[in-house]
């Protein structure tokens, strides 16, 4: 007792350096608490990501692959739509969602920027050499609606609700109001590359959409009107599939497979690849379109842990210096202790104990400040971060290609945004990890006075000093 109660007194009685040491300790725990939480809420939200992005699969034909590799549209093979249901049931997947897109035209309907005098009567040739009508509209359908891009954010239904039933869809303020549709309404669409598909689809929803019109500058300079995304109606997977698909030519299906873990992707590509899945497919992850949200998170992830390692670095040199500089200082009072007949390991117990007391209170004053400053210092850090990303995002025109009656790019990180929110907090293995360095740092102090400690002789001290 009589240790700890000479170790607290010690405190006040060398007040000057143990305040020192106490700035040291704290700006070191601060920084470790700041560092340490933005580390670990980065690293969360990559995870979580990868666990979304990273697990989901796109089984899709590549034509701007094949275009390099010298391969034209004639090589493109189309496999049935029920290969795609096959590949569903693999071990490696928790669900399949389906999708498909397909240019329309309708002979009722005017499409947004087409100021002709005779909409939906523009003609043009086919790839049969026969002659049919421009289209004007695109038709998009999922599996799921949860998964249509951009709802929720920058599409909102302002009318109706969200289509349920086969032969329903949802279109656009624009397109609506454009054509004077209201809910109830009946659209009729026939597919512009599938002779004799005629869909008649019921207006059950209208949405804002404050979206980019067009994807492509190439899109809006040529009048393609079918790819201003106002002109685009949603409907079921199944309502497309209901007019007998067959095989997937004049459709672009897109069509994801969610992997049970990430890592399975390539025995699961070696699975679809058994069942005849020709090598013009790609089996992949959106690579691209995780890289572009994780990219600011990564920089700041990797950002702070630099930061923490030099601080850790450069404190811990810091507080032997000034720990080795006391302990030569306080000599006399070790002499006089050790004269006294206190054992060398009370004598050692009790700088150490002054060192212990100095980190605990500098760790409840740093678990405070460091937990209050982490969300703004992680807001700036990240801002910047995602403001540079936009700023070197190119924009420019991307690879396109007719072929089968869609158009591909190869951006495919299009319709992605960086992360731009997280959200810090001091959750308790961070604490733990704090708590951890923090000992570290006052044994890495006491050690050394320790060490001085045991090579003094107490007579050869009160010599000195005399």
């Known amino acids: 007792m009589y240790i700890l109660t000479n170790a607290m007194k010690n405190l006040v009685r060398n007040k000057g350096r143990n305040i020192l040491i106490a700035a040291v300790t704290l700006a070191i725990i601060v920084s470790t608490v700041v560092t ?25 034909q590549d034509f701007i692959e094949m275009r390099q590799s010298g391969l034209g549209r ?38 947004v920027d087409d100021y002709s005098d005779s909409p939906g009567e523009t003609t043009r040739i086919n790839d049969n050499g026969e002659e049919v009508l421009v289209e004007t509209l695109k038709l998009i359908t999922t599996s799921d609606p949860d998964y249509i891009a951009d709802f929720g954010t920058l599409r909102n239904i302002t009318s109706g609700g969200m289509f349920s039933s ?10 609506a109001q454009l054509n004077g549709i209201t809910l109830g309404d009946v659209i009729e669409l026939k597919g512009a590359y599938a002779t004799g598909k005629d869909y008649a689809l019921t207006v ?14 190439f899109f809006a300079i040529n009048g393609r009107f079918a790819d201003n995304r106002r002109n685009e109606i949603i409907a079921g997977f199944d309502t497309l599939m209901a007019a007998g698909w067959e095989t997937n030519h004049g459709l672009d299906l897109k069509t994801e497979y969610f992997l ?53 670095i450069l404190g811990a040199i810091v507080l032997a210096l000034i720990s080795f500089l006391a302990v030569r200082e306080r000599k006399y009072e070790v002499g006089v202790l050790r004269a006294m007949g206190m054992e060398r390991g009370k004598v050692a117990f009790g700088m150490l104990s002054e060192t212990v007391m100095i980190s605990a209170l ?40 007719f072929a089968g009656g869609q158009m591909q790019t190869d951006d495919y990180a299009e319709g992605y945004t960086p992360e731009s929110e997280i959200q810090v907090s001091l959750s308790s293995d961070t604490l733990v ?12 102090s006491g050690i050394i006075g320790v060490v001085i400690i045991t090579q003094y002789e107490p007579l050869k001290i009160l010599r000195s000093r005399n």
């Not at 933005?38 to 990273?54: M, P, S, T």
């Open 36 to 60: 340490l939480t933005i580390n670990n809420a980065a690293a969360k939200v990559i995870d979580d990501i990868r666990l979304d992005l990273g697990s989901r699969v796109e089984v899709r």
């Open 74 to 111: 004639e090589d493109a093979s189309y496999i049935s739509i029920d290969a795609f249901y096959s590949f569903a049931e693999s071990e490696y997947l928790s669900k399949a969602i389906w999708g498909a897109n397909m240019y329309a035209w309708s002979g009722t309907l005017r499409a």
């Open 166 to 175: 086969l032969n329903e869809c949802i279109i656009s303020e624009d397109l």
């Open 204 to 217: 059950v929803g209208i949405y804002s959409d404050a979206t980019e019109d067009y994807t492509n500058w």
């Open 260 to 312: 049970k873990d990430p890592d399975d992707i390539k025995r699961f590509e070696a699975e679809v690849r058994s069942k005849g899945l020709p090598i013009t497919y790609n089996v992949s992850i959106n690579q691209a379109a995780y890289d572009k949200v994780t990219g600011p998170l990564a920089g700041m992830k990797n950002a702070a842990v630099t930061f923490m390692v030099v601080i850790l």
């Open 362 to 401: 500098c760790l409840l004053i740093g678990l405070g400040a460091g937990s209050a400053m982490a969300q703004p210092v992680a807001s700036g850090i990240l801002a910047g971060r995602v403001a540079a990303a936009e700023a070197t995002d190119g924009g420019g025109a991307n690879k396109v290609l």
């Open 433 to 444: 990890q704090i708590i951890i360095l923090t000992l570290a740092l006052a044994a890495l």
